[in-house]
């Protein structure tokens, strides 16, 4: 089976930035020739994850929202004493998540549904480039 290995950047604000990134992975799934099969974004690092949501303002506050309930960032983490960095919630919640997805592909586009997309969110304290691995898998 045919694969091929691509990379996104990207530049994040931090904070539970929520960065669509569906059109670059449908580009690049495209521009792979493969016809169906399947496609892994994955990103590196421990404070960011990989999902799909409808980017829309309402959902992205709620997710913010939600990591505040998950994660507090003004709570005492065990990493925070380790390292100082005052990051542990970031790592918390980008763990919750996790960092990759996989989305089937069929006649060289993504099966997304009609108001689903791909996202990264960026749970760090403070803005970051990030580099997200694509690997599409097919025929």
């Known amino acids: 089976m045919p694969v091929a290995t691509r990379s996104i950047k990207i530049s994040t604000k931090g904070k539970d930035d929520v960065v669509d990134i569906t059109p670059e992975v449908g580009k690049l799934v495209s521009g792979s020739k493969l016809k169906s099969g399947i496609v892994n974004v994955f990103i590196s690092g421990s404070t960011a994850s990989v999902t799909t949501l409808e980017y829309e303002p309402g959902l992205i506050k709620d997710i913010k929202d939600l990591g505040e309930r998950i994660a507090p960032s003004n709570e005492d983490y065990a990493h925070n004493a380790t390292w100082g960095d005052g990051n542990g919630h970031s790592h918390i919640r980008a763990s919750v998540i996790g960092p990759s997805l996989t989305v089937p592909f069929s006649e060289g586009k993504l099966m997304l549904g009609t108001w689903q997309q791909i996202v990264v969110i960026d749970h760090d304290t403070r803005s970051?480039?990030?580099?997200?691995?694509?690997?599409i898998m097919g025929e």
């Open 128 to 135: 970051r480039s990030r580099e997200i691995a694509v690997q």
